[in-house]
Each structure stands twice: as structure tokens, then as C-alpha cells.
């Protein structure tokens, strides 16, 4: 992605980053405000990371947090109590019954060297299960998947799901947007990802969650009902025990920007005015896209 397409045309850079962080702000203050009104109750919630850096590193991506942030993250929610595996919160779903507190997932999309390297040792730390939805083909290339995200390793991933703590769920093999993607090409894309996880670390996904969280088609839901257990989506908002479609997860994605204060407003299921606002900014940046 060239400069220009990251600013406004005559915008110099450090004034766009100013509006950018002001409308995120004001954003994230207006879905706060509106909570109480939307009222979107109790149920399991899902948190959706990608990436974390060192303290000594920078990066301008939203979903890039600083090491630093992520540990208090991930220590208040060891503190919460509430956090459980993908595979135990599908089964509180599925059940149907509500869990004496509601509960909350962890998750991380793609596969980039910093999980293994900067967030499975905390999550190890602190005994906080995590499911990573692996994108099966940058690993196996070892393709970055953007410039600085380069992709983990098949031997680091198998060392990280060693303990039983990391379960590693499917994220298509080239991160292909199932919604146009036609129906033989969504089920390679499955089918390839599932074969080489299971190949390379000996286990085989039980959960997908769909690339840029974007639904995808009917022929391509249908292929993944087939195939896996659960599918997960954006959303922002709990899943309820009663009637929640374990194949339309909602989950809340994470932030640089949310710091503590937006967290905790994500991890206690509020904040869904913000992504209702993203979904159609959204369909208008990934109108033309196919990965």
C-alpha cells in the first residue's frame, strides 16, 4: 500500500493520523454512550487479536498493541475468571444452558511469528487457554502477510500447542473472502488449510473464522458447517447461552486504541455501536478485494 492511500490527497501524514485518532475516539465514546440503550445483555463473549510488539517497536497498525498493554490485558481477564477454552464455550452454546458467570474467549486471526514469539508465553503464564484461526498458506510459503507481519513457523506453532492451552482453528489456506469466492474455490481453500494443519502439528481444526470477518456465500457456509464445529465472525457483542448460532460467532476485535478503558467495555460485551459503524465503512474498503 503506497503513501498516498494512506492519507488524504494534501493531508500531510501526522494531521491525517490526528483525524484518524480523533474519529476513533469519538467513535469508541458514542458506542459507550450507547450501551445502556442498545442494552445488548449477557452471553459469551469473543475477543479477536492479531498482533503484538515489543515495547522498543512501533507500528501504525490499529490491531498491532504494544507487549505492555496486552499483559494487562491478558492479566485482568486471568483475574476475571471468565475465561475458557473455544471448545468449552461452544459446548456452554450449544447447551443452551447459562454458565453461572458469563464467559469470554480468547482468539487471534492469521498466524504472524510475534503470537508465538510475544503472546503464548503470557497466555502460558497466566494459564489462559487461546484459540489461534491459522491462515495455513503464508506459514507454509512463509509469505508475510503485510510488510513487518511475517508469518510464525510450522515448528514454532507446534511448540505453542504443546501445553494443550492453544488450539489452532482454520482461517482459509490464502485468506481468501468467502463471500466471492466461488463454491470449488471456497472448498479448497478449506480443505487445504485443514490438510496441512493436521499434516504439520497432528490435530485437526475444529473451528473457522471467516477472513476480514465478512460472511461468506451460501455455498461457502454450507461447506463450512460441513467441515468444522463453530464459525466466527466480528460483531461486538455477546453470544447468547439461548439460541446463538455456533456458526455465526460474534466476536470484538481489539485495538491499540482501546488501551484499558475500551477494553474493559469489550470484555464486559458493550461497544457494539463501534462495529455496526465499521461493517459499513468496511463495505465499502473491501468492495473490490478478494483477499
Known amino acids: 500500500m503506497g503513501p498516498t ?14 483525524l ?14 450507547a450501551d445502556p440503550v442498545r442494552r445488548t445483555g449477557s452471553g459469551l463473549v469473543v475477543l ?4 503484538v510488539h515489543r515495547a522498543e517497536a512501533t507500528s501504525s497498525s490499529a490491531v498491532d498493541l504494544p507487549l505492555g498493554l496486552f499483559v494487562d490485558q491478558m492479566e485482568e481477564l486471568a483475574d476475571s475468571g471468565r475465561v475458557v477454552s473455544l471448545d468449552d464455550a461452544v459446548a456452554s452454546l450449544a447447551s ?17 511469528g510475534d503470537f508465538a514469539e510475544l503472546a503464548v508465553p503470557v497466555l502460558h503464564r497466566l494459564g489462559l487457554p487461546a484459540t489461534l484461526y491459522l491462515a495455513t498458506g503464508p506459514v507454509d510459503s512463509g509469505r508475510p502477510f503485510c510488510p513487518g507481519a511475517t508469518p ?21 489456506h490464502s485468506h481468501v473472502l468467502l463471500d466471492r469466492a466461488d463454491p470449488a474455490l471456497a472448498a479448497d481453500e478449506l480443505d487445504r488449510s485443514i490438510g496441512l494443519i493436521e499434516d504439520r502439528i497432528g490435530v485437526r481444526p475444529r473451528h473457522f473464522a471467516y477472513p476480514k470477518a465478512l ?14 464445529d463453530s464459525a466466527a465472525l466480528a460483531g461486538t457483542r455477546p453470544n447468547r447461552y439461548a439460541g446463538a448460532d455456533p456458526y455465526r460467532l460474534t466476536r470484538s476485535p481489539i485495538q491499540t486504541s482501546d488501551g ?4 474493559r467495555r469489550k470484555a464486559g460485551g458493550g461497544m457494539a455501536l463501534e462495529d455496526d459503524l465499521r461493517r459499513l ?3 465499502r474498503r473491501y468492495a473490490g478485494a478478494t483477499t
Do not use: C
Open 96 to 112: 443452551g444452558h447459562r454458565p453461572r458467570r458469563p464467559e469470554l474467549a480468547i482468539t487471534f486471526d492469521d498466524g504472524t
Open 260 to 263: 484499558m478503558r475500551w477494553f
Open 20 to 33: 484518524v485518532a480523533t474519529a476513533s475516539r469519538l467513535v469508541k465514546v458514542t458506542a459507550a454512550a
Open 48 to 51: 479477536l487479536y492479531h498482533r
Open 5 to 18: 492511500s494512506r492519507q488524504t490527497v494534501g493531508v500531510p501524514a501526522t494531521a491525517t493520523s490526528l
Open 215 to 228: 460472511l461468506g456465500s451460501p455455498a461457502a457456509q454450507e461447506a463450512v458447517r460441513a467441515r468444522f
Open 281 to 283: 465503512l468496511n463495505r
Open 152 to 172: 510464525l513457523s510450522w515448528a514454532e506453532l507446534a511448540d505453542a500447542t504443546s501445553g494443550g492451552l492453544v488450539t489452532v482453528g482454520s482461517h482459509t
